[in-house]
């Protein structure tokens, strides 16, 4: 057998598991991989300004194909660079493999030159995490690696590789290891638990199916089925922040977005109905408000693939532990084999007509500033026949692109919802368009989230990838000021947006097109300018400045007390619902 | 505002993990990240191949995050499995204590009869200390360090307890 560097071992083995994108920092703890990855054209690496912005890239890549996202980053500043994003990903359970290199193994310990415990600051944000000793080690750990961010509940696994380690030689063949592996997850559902959920759902008066995002980790055909299932069920459907395209907006069926910045519809129906069937969704706090208020007379089947999921917040009356694309065509074939029928509900519909009726996503209307709601929805006019690729940023203009761009199909929302990183989104963009390179790519960003890895603009221009920026401009950090108008009486600390940099010319020095919107009587043609240039375009449209976002559930408020519109909102919060996030 | 706290139970867990580096830090940093309490923790390798060790866990929570800690234990990659042996029935628990005490006349006589009733042994004894062996249930030992407090007790140490589940089949 023919001996190979750590760094080759490495390179090939990616290259054995079908990886062809790599995003990446050098640095000199890994001088001797990319010394490997210049050997290797077949690997595309791209060279990102910020590690951070890697790791998001990784992420929209990962969320757009369905693949893993793929890390390079150096020992020292650049793991700890790629900490946030790493994060970014365990909570929104993205696979991710985080490639860092490590100082020399005689040297660890010792406080050398970029030397940071990279397995000890990553032990708990990853989904597990490695410190490779040996050259012949190599190869299982990455395919190991490779399973485990990818199978059961995806996330980010980092293996942290030593310099020498990369250097040093050992006896390799390209398939001679593949031994998988201790961590088998469960995928199919408890035959007794399954047929259990049919029975509840055949005694259901006003069931609900509550989806999140493992409906789209599940894969596309968890979106089929989904389908499948609310039509064999005749019921309402609704889903979290990072579920939304797994079920079309356009379906009868729809109720929109639940929880704190949900439709009036969805949260009335979660807190009204009799069977709750939550599809690979976590109970967020985002999503239940007041814990000992969440739907309280309903049953609840939970279906995740994670244990630890179920039970941790809200107690169900059924768990069912797997994968849920799976469990949700075990739950058809059995309520087809008990010959169940379609459902009418008609009393349950009647009132969910009737919360429609609020119209609860309607919002003032003005000629004289662009109300960004309007911005979205003219957005989504213009481009949704071409099934855009949506990324966000964090805040109103998050919420706001939740509210009014409508989804059809899976994997073309990107967003950070778990841990709500602002900066996630231009980078995420980066990396779907390098998964998807004729789509239409949009971030929806905010003016402040924006400036937080504002550097990626250098790395669209250089892989010429014709990523849009479409930024909500309202000279605020408008989630930050809208909840100090709910809760500190407006004294707005530091939440004024000073200093904005001329985004047009700022987009204009890295070689983008810059484009600005200032009267609603532009919108549309600025979009549509937007969309016909080639390349990247960023926009700065500049929108009602003190415009909030609703409905809206403060935090520590139960689902039918929703904000509908500032009209709602008065006096100042007690400590208690302040205490919340 | 106030904060309020749940009434709380122990636990005991046997967690089976991949003997591989760092484990330790991952189980033991899992309950400081979730804000999880940890009593006591022993862990030694106990196959023949020294691939897999057994970590004993006595833990207290309420209820449902006591089934929490099992759950986030159950889902870390290098743990083979988590029984909790205070909910699967009857089981033994086990601590040795090292505890040494100084003193003379009445208290050095006084310590020696109270060992004596507890089955503690002497392991070393100058003509003014004793250091006394102790196993036993957490709680005698508990008691058995208390009163070894009132006749000169100098310092303790303690392994934390090891269970098993009684029976023939294992945990
Ligand atoms: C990295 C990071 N820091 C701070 C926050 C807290 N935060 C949430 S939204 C927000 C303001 C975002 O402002 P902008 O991007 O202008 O969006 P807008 O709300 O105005 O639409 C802040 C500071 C965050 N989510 N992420
Ligand atoms: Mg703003």
């Known amino acids: 057998m023919a001996e190979k560097s750590g760094a080759d071992i ?197 069931p609900i199916l509550y989806t999140g995002g493992g409906i789209i980790n599940s894969g596309p055909k968890a979106s089929e089925t989904l389908r499948e299932l609310a039509e064999l069920l005749g019921c309402p459907v609704t889903s979290t922040l990072m579920g939304l395209g797994a079920f079309p907006a356009s379906s009868d069926k729809w109720l929109g977005m639940l929880g704190m910045h949900g439709t009036f519809e969805a949260n009335m129906a979660m807190n009204k109905a009799d069977l709750v069937v939550c599809l690979g969704a976590r109970f967020d706090d985002r999503i239940t408000g007041r814990l000992d208020a969440f739907s309280p007379n309903s049953k609840k089947i939970h279906v995740d693939i994670d244990r630890s999921s179920i039970n941790k917040t809200i107690r169900v009356d059924l768990p069912v532990v797997g994968d849920v694309g799976r469990v949700m065509e075990q739950l058809i074939a059995v309520l087809k084999g008990r010959r169940f029928a379609t459902p009418e509900l008609a009393e349950w519909w009647s009132r969910i007509t009737g919360w429609r009726a609020t119209n609860c996503l309607e919002y003032p209307e003005s000629k004289t500033e662009i109300m960004p709601q309007e911005a979205i929805r003219k957005l989504w006019q213009a481009t949704h026949e071409r099934e855009p690729i949506i990324t966000t940023e964090v805040g109103q203009h998050q919420m706001w692109a939740a509210q009014h761009f409508d989804f059809e199909s899976p994997n073309k929302w990107l967003t950070s919802g778990g841990l709500g990183t602002m900066g996630y989104g231009l980078p995420a963009a980066i990396g779907a368009q390098l998964g998807h390179p004729d789509a239409l790519v949009i971030d929806i960003a905010g003016e402040a989230s924006i400036q937080m890895n504002i550097q990626e603009l250098g790395t669209a221009s250089q892989y010429r990838l014709p990523v849009k920026i479409f930024i909500l401009n309202n000279e605020y950090m408008g989630m930050v000021r809208q909840w100090q108008e709910l809760t500190y009486e407006s004294r707005y600390s530091n939440s004024y947006s000073d200093s904005l940099p001329d985004f047009v010319k700022l987009a204009e020095s890295y070689d983008w097109t810059g484009i600005r919107i200032e009267d609603p009587a532009d919108l549309e043609a600025g979009i549509q300018k937007m969309i016909e240039t080639d390349g990247p375009v960023l926009v700065d449209c500049r929108v009602a400045k003190l415009a909030n976002c609703f409905p809206m559930i403060p935090s520590g408020a139960a689902h039918t007390e929703m904000l509908l519109s500032a009209e709602d909102v008065k006096g100042t919060m007690d400590d208690q619902a302040k205490a919340l996030v | 505002m106030h904060i309020y706290e749940e009434a709380v139970e122990r636990h005991v867990l046997a967690v089976l993990v991949d003997n591989e580096a760092g484990i330790l830090a991952r189980i033991a940093g899992m309950f400081t990240a979730r804000g999880y309490n940890i009593d006591s923790l022993t862990v030694a390798d106990i196959s023949e191949d020294h691939a897999v060790s057994r970590i004993t866990i006595a833990t207290n929570g309420p209820p449902h995050v006591i089934e929490q800690i099992i759950a986030q234990l159950d889902r870390l990659v290098p743990v083979h499995s988590v029984r909790d042996l205070t909910e699967s029935g009857p089981h033994v628990q086990r601590e040795l204590a090292l505890v040494k005490v100084s003193g003379k006349g009445e208290h050095r006589i006084e310590a020696m009869r109270l060992a004596d009733i507890y089955r503690a042994r002497v392991v070393d004894a100058t003509t003014e200390s004793f250091i006394f062996e102790i196993t036993g249930a957490p709680e005698k030992i508990e008691t058995f360090v208390g009163l070894m407090r009132e006749v000169g007790l100098v310092e303790v140490g303690r392994t934390g307890v090891v269970a098993i589940g009684r029976g023939p089949d294992p945990a």
């Open chain 1, 10 to 206: 490495l390179v090939e083995t990616l290259l054995d598991l079908g990886v062809d994108t790599v995003f990446g920092y050098p640095g000199g703890a890994v001088l001797p991989i990319y010394d490997a990855l210049y050997e290797h054209p077949k690997i595309k690496h791209i060279l990102v300004r910020h590690e951070q912005a890697a790791t998001h890239a990784a992420e929209g890549y990962a969320r757009s194909t369905g693949k893993p996202g793929v890390v390079l980053v150096t020992s020292g500043p650049g793991a700890t660079n790629a900490v946030t994003g790493i994060t970014d990903a365990l909570m929104d359970s993205i696979p991710m493999v985080v490639i860092t290199g490590q100082v020399a193994t005689n040297l660890i310990g010792t406080d050398a030159f970029q030397e940071a415990d990279t397995v000890g600051i990553t032990r708990h944000c990853t989904k597990h995490n490695y410190l490779v000793k040996k050259p012949s080690d190599l190869a299982q750990v990455v395919q190991e690696a490779f399973h485990i961010a990818t199978q059961g509940r995806p996330g980010p696994v980092v293996i942290d590789i030593p310099k020498n380690v990369q250097v040093a030689a050992t006896e390799y063949s390209s398939n001679a290891t593949r031994t998988n592996t201790r961590y088998q997850p469960q995928t199919e559902g408890d035959f007794k638990a399954i047929n259990a959920a049919a029975e509840m759902i055949m005694n259901a008066k006003a």
